[in-house]
């Protein structure tokens, strides 16, 4: 669990921050298996604003919420960093974060709808910023960094990139622009999968799977250098690009042989473990690495055959990949955020982390995340299977709507209901 060491109360940003977060990245989930049931396989075909629109929700609502949520958790753990008036900042982030991504979404539904798409410059392009600058100029002001937060940083950097790149298209679909869409939208693509949540895991993952599992660490070539080596060909990719030089299939290749290897050392560590008792998060994280890896060989298959397949195998896994972490992060903050701040504001009978989600719970989501993978792969070549995979897919995040809402109870109810443990010295 979590090195109590690296994390007081004082520096923990408070329950609700984490908790809302998260509550509204998966809300955003229920909301994209919604959407798959009503695009149904147009979903697959990326020249279709059907697929556009379930990508941003996805990237967007879902991936950067809680991205946003375990941030504001990990930095004070990995990075010692203490954020300043944390309510404040996740207030000035969340909320013109949703409505800026749903004004993007109805942008994209209305045939890039300008004052949408303006609504979302605005409000999504500022708190994304906002976001970014608030994390990463602390981060940069470490003295001692660890190798998870010198990832993190240039995940964040590329995630300003991200932001940059996207407000550029926007302005070239208000017809304001001078640039080459394709070449902005093959960057957004580079800069959001490779170098923000590609990175972002990454970076994560040297830290939480030695922590969280009791394992080797990484050797430290691969957490000293891999980050920056990524990020170098993202930018790389970007730059080559505005010069007119053609790089996509070399550092594409590079890119999905690296994540391979990464993802395999990573399934190597995990069979490592001190601890030989698998838990869900446990499963989760082979099922992310599992998906990574033949996410980027699929990929890698396009260049010998040219057949659609094969993209759409990659999308779904990758896809696959980033969920599956997230729910792996999810069921060990949740629990664990809920017995510490009951813990250390004092309560005698603060629950034990096994009551606030049990592990079989988590272990039945798990199967259904499963389920939903296959079924998603099926419909590639059935595509009546869409539906029920959409079906699926809400249910697997309705699931986290309500462990959200049951640990959240569980921290009321206890705030409500028990003492505190009193030492003699007053309040």
Not at 107 to 127: P, Q, S, T
Not at 404 to 418: G, L, S
């Amino acid at each position: 669990m979590f090195n109590q060491n690296g994390l007081s109360l004082e520096q923990a940003p408070p329950f609700s921050v984490v908790l809302r977060f998260f509550l509204s990245g998966a809300i955003f989930g229920v909301l994209a298996g919604i959407f798959i049931l009503i695009f149904g396989i147009d979903i697959y075909d990326a020249s279709n604003p059907k697929a556009l629109i379930l990508t941003h929700t996805l990237t967007l609502g879902v991936m950067l919420s809680f991205m946003f949520g375990a941030l504001f958790q990990m930095l004070p753990v990995i990075g010692g960093v203490k954020l300043d008036e944390p309510i404040k900042k996740a207030n000035m982030v969340q909320y013109p974060f949703i409505i800026g991504t749903l004004s993007l979404l109805f942008g994209f539904y209305d045939g890039y709808n300008h004052l949408f798409l303006i609504v979302a410059i605005l409000l999504l392009g500022g708190a994304i910023s906002y976001g970014v600058y608030s994390m990463l100029s602390r981060l940069i002001k470490i003295e001692n960094h660890s190798a998870s937060s010198k990832g993190m940083s240039v995940s964040l950097a590329s995630l300003g990139m991200l932001v940059v790149m996207a407000v550029l298209m926007i302005f070239e679909l208000l017809g304001v622009g001078s640039l080459d869409y394709t070449i902005l939208k093959n960057t957004h693509f580079s800069f959001g999968l490779f170098g923000w949540i590609s990175l972002l895991i990454i970076s994560i993952s040297f830290q939480v799977i030695e922590m969280f599992y009791v394992t080797p660490p990484y050797p430290k070539l691969v957490s000293r250098y891999l980050p920056f080596v990524i990020f170098g060909m993202v930018v790389s990719y970007a730059l080559f690009e505005f010069l007119g030089i053609e790089s996509w299939s070399i550092l594409s290749i590079s890119i999905s042989i690296i994540l391979i290897l990464y993802a395999t050392l990573t399934l190597y560590r995990l069979t490592q473990r001190k601890r030989p008792l698998a838990d869900a998060t446990v499963w989760f994280w082979r099922v992310g690495m599992s998906s990574l890896i033949i996410s980027m060989s699929s990929f890698l298959l396009t260049y010998i055959y040219d057949s659609g397949i094969f993209y759409t195998i990659s999308y779904i896994l990758f896809t696959s990949f980033a969920i599956s972490v997230v729910f792996a992060m999810f069921y060990k903050i949740v629990p664990f955020l809920t017995w510490f701040h009951l813990n250390s504001q004092g309560y005698l009978m603060a629950p034990m982390m096994y009551e606030i989600i049990h592990p079989k719970s988590a272990m039945k989501h798990l199967y259904i995340h499963l389920a939903s993978l296959v079924i998603f792969l099926l419909s590639v070549w059935v595509e009546s299977f869409i539906y029920l995979a959409g079906l699926m897919f809400a249910t697997s995040f309705a699931l986290v709507v309500y462990h959200i809402v049951h640990a959240h109870k569980i921290y009321k109810h206890t705030q409500e209901t028990q003492e505190k443990f009193d030492m003699g010295m007053g309040k």
